[in-house]
């Protein structure tokens, strides 16, 4: 089973660009649907944007035009651009990994998206 660790969270100003990535290991990303979740403080975790493994991404409305899913599949990494940020981005951001034939999941530990002036 795929393990997954995320980085490049912090502190932004509003208007502000971040990038997160998130590492796997263990086993080939390209079998893998993956996904950016995030959860801010008293909230549902939620899907922020996916990308299967064919390569087909979807968002969620509050973050469409403004975050861009990617992935790598020869370095086993997935990335969320993040820009223009607001105050309401403010979460944890979790990587998510989906075995396309067994569906079984993975999470990592998570980082720390903070937006504020």
């Known amino acids: 089973q795929v393990q997954l660790v995320e980085s490049g969270g912090g502190l932004v100003q509003p208007g502000g660009s971040l990038r997160l990535s998130c590492a796997a290991s263990g086993s080939i990303l390209s079998i893998y649907d993956v996904g950016w979740y995030r959860q801010a403080p008293g909230k549902q975790r939620e899907l922020v944007a996916a990308i299967a493994s064919g390569g087909t991404r979807n968002y969620a409305d509050a973050v469409k035009g403004r975050f861009t899913i990617s992935r790598d599949n020869a370095k086993n990494m997935v990335y969320l651009q993040m820009n223009s940020l607001k105050p309401e981005d403010t979460a944890v951001y979790y990587c998510?990994?989906?075995?396309?034939?067994?569906?079984?999941?993975?999470w990592g530990k998570g980082t720390q998206v903070t937006v504020s002036s």
């Open positions: 998510n990994a989906a075995n396309r034939f067994t569906r079984a999941e993975s």
